[in-house]
């Protein structure tokens, strides 16, 4: 169990148009996700925790309306690139865990970004 | 600045072999867990230690936890090809969020 999935697993697209990432927990009902961004050889920088239903929170220096977050329910969470650039182009991984504060997070397979 | 912190950055072994990476971190845990991920995939759990424990096994795993030093390794017995892959430590405080170290690079030679 705690299957966490996200789709697409890669996507490349021209600068300037928006690329939305979904992530999904596929066998519990995940309170809690978060989204990670990794570059290459790296270590995953926590972007933004979204709780169902409320306003995601976003980490120190990740800008909220360039990376649209929205947690409309406990298996669904999107993670929108607006307007992406070349410099947007990363791994994004996302994580659940089944309730706020949990010690456990379930990671998606993550999805790699190339924006051109 | 980063709480958990790896070394060595990269390690590189003969399938058989023992391997060693460390954890440093900086403030109080409530658990300190270690992860793996193979090159552009997710990561895979693999040991959670809480606070109160000193060592914990899981098959050719042993993670260790010295909260006095804030410091915990996680050696990889009889190692093999396959566990070639970046390990990462991650730190726990008590329902904050997680803090990834900058992990070490494993490289296993057949």
């Known amino acids: 169990g705690a299957v966490v999935s996200q789709h697409p697993s890669w996507v490349i697209c021209k600068s300037g148009t928006s690329v939305k990432i979904e992530c999904r927990s596929l066998?519990?009902?995940?309170?809690?996700m978060f989204w990670y961004r990794q570059f290459p050889k790296q270590s995953l920088m926590l972007m933004a925790t979204?709780?169902?239903?409320?306003?995601?929170?976003?980490e120190q220096g990740v800008e909220k309306d360039k990376f649209l977050i929205n947690h409309a329910s406990l298996t669904l969470s999107t993670l929108t690139v607006t307007s992406a650039h070349p410099e947007d182009s990363s791994f994004y991984i996302c994580?659940?865990?089944?309730?706020?504060?949990?010690?456990?997070?379930?990671f998606g397979p993550g999805t790699r970004l190339l924006v051109l | 600045s980063q709480q958990g912190e790896e070394d060595p950055q990269a390690l590189s072994i003969q399938e058989g072999e023992n391997a060693t990476m460390n954890c440093s971190y900086k403030?109080?845990?409530?658990?300190l867990q270690w992860y793996r991920q193979n090159s552009g995939r997710g990561l895979v759990h693999l040991i959670l230690?809480?606070?109160?424990?000193r060592e914990k096994h899981s098959g050719r795993l042993r993670v260790t936890l010295d909260t006095s030093k804030k410091s915990s390794s996680l050696l990889i017995t009889a190692s093999r090809a396959a566990d070639t892959a970046s390990y990462f430590c991650?730190?726990?405080?008590?329902?904050?969020?997680?803090?990834f170290g900058p992990g070490t690079r494993l490289s296993v030679l057949p």
């Open positions: 979204s709780n169902e239903g409320s306003k995601a929170t976003y």
């Open positions: 066998d519990f009902q995940a309170t809690t």
């Open positions: 230690i809480r606070s109160n424990e």
């Open positions: 991650a730190t726990n405080n008590y329902g904050q969020n997680f803090v």
């Open positions: 994580s659940a865990s089944r309730a706020s504060g949990q010690e456990t997070q379930y």
């Open positions: 403030t109080s845990i409530n658990n």
